[in-house]
């Protein structure tokens, strides 16, 4: 589990309690056109099936949850870095909650330097491992379902720009709409054109 600083509210002390935590997660969010076509497929799914509705997003790293820190990097790294490019290769699925439909994309050498950059500036030291992935569902299903809907959606982009980051304070481990409903915005940042 991850340390928490001193000062910590009521509420994250009782999440804790429970086995879970608080985290920081860093997301890159894609630009348009994506972002309104992976927005209205997750909420497409979301209604068909009763899920939670988040943004579309791709992890590059969950670390401790320190606001202030997110905030000065965040700002920091998004004045250095361009848009970044990400080819997709795959809807994918699996049995795990926030990982249930997704689309897989192509690591690539920039976003392990963005990964190990944010890491550093964030002065954070969790084991993130970095699988970048947009997912388009939270929702344990059966497999035959999933593969159903994996087969059944096509991406009509080969490659997606990513424009921006947000910093989001998140349950860890999140495993149910409750905790989705619970991440809460800590910081947005443009990234320089």
Known sequence: MLNCRSGVSALTLKIN?????????YWLIPAEPAHRFFQRLIEDL?????APLFEPHVTIHVGAN???????TLSRTAREWQP?????VRIGHSDEFIKTLFVQFA?????????????????????YEL???????YKYMPVTARRELADSIKVPFPEVIFDSFKAIRCISPTRSRADV????????????V
């Open 17 to 25: 309690i429970e086995g879970h935590s608080s985290v920081i997660a």
């Open 46 to 50: 979301a209604r068909r099936y009763d």
């Open 66 to 72: 320190y606001p202030d820190a997110a905030e000065k």
């Open 84 to 88: 970044i490019h990400l080819k997709a």
């Open 107 to 127: 690591p690539n050498r920039k976003l392990r330097q963005l990964n190990a950059i944010i890491r550093n500036a964030a002065q954070d030291s969790s084991h």
């Open 131 to 137: 699988k970048p992935h947009l997912s388009l569902i």
């Open 181 to 192: 409903d619970a991440w809460r915005l800590v910081a947005t940042k443009k990234l320089s």
